[in-house]
T-cell receptor
């Protein structure tokens, strides 16, 4: 079966750095997405990786290793508004999007 | 105004009632999707449509039906609502020419008593 694993919840301190991991086992691979979702709101796009390596976008970076079935989202200089759930999703060989359950990130002052 | 609009945003209904959730978009995308989200679970695909004449079942289509009335409109129906259909429902669109990034509506919270 297809599976995406990410931690259920993480806690970090304002101003610090946090890394949210995602591992996947899917039928093929055609890209990996990270979305941010504030409570009760719609998911919004953060990043897309299709090749190995690090993609940097401001305070957020996303890394992909296709051989290891692994990605992480790195958030720097954490702000209180970063408190949200972070969803990892993989496009499989049929271009179907498989979603992880999300990681709830709690930021403390 | 939102590019992807869902109505209603909140709905409380009773078991056995018919419910329709509507979605309209101004992004000009051909592809539209309906997902449900439950606490502790990932987004689960109910139905998707790649154009007006193309409707496909997702992983959890039982108990649901859809209609693609136009490129911009995609509605989800629960013919006879049951309590375990209580969830947050999202409509989303994507552009076939792009990476597959999804653009979500604001969500419709449905409670079935």
């Amino acid at each position: 079966g297809q599976n995406i694993d990410q931690p259920t919840e993480m806690t970090a301190t304002e101003g610090a750095i946090v890394q949210i991991n995602c591992t996947y086992q899917t039928s093929g691979f055609n890209g990996l997405f990270w979305y941010q979702q504030h409570a009760g709101e719609a998911p919004t796009f953060l990043s897309y990786n299709v090749l190995d390596g690090l993609e940097e976008k401001g305070r957020f970076s996303s890394f992909l290793s296709r051989s290891k079935g692994y990605s992480y989202l790195l958030l720097k200089e954490l702000q209180m508004k970063d408190s949200a759930s972070y969803l990892c999703a993989v496009t499989d060989s049929n271009y179907q999007l498989i979603w992880g359950a999300g990681t709830k990130l709690i930021i403390k002052p | 105004d939102a590019d992807v609009t869902q109505t209603p945003r909140n709905r409380i209904t009773k078991t056995g009632k018919r419910i329709m959730l509507e979605c309209s978009q101004t992004k000009g995308h051909d592809r539209m999707y309906w997902y449900r989200q439950d606490p502790g679970l990932g987004l689960r695909l109910i139905y998707y449509s790649f154009d007006v004449k193309d409707i496909n079942k997702g992983e959890i289509s039982d108990g649901y039906s859809v209609s693609r009335q136009a490129q911009a409109k995609f509605s989800l129906s629960l013919e006879s609502a049951i309590p375990n259909q209580t969830a947050l429902y999202f409509c989303a669109t994507s552009d076939q020419q792009d990476t597959g990034e999804l653009f979500f509506g604001e969500g419709s919270r449905l409670t079935v008593l």
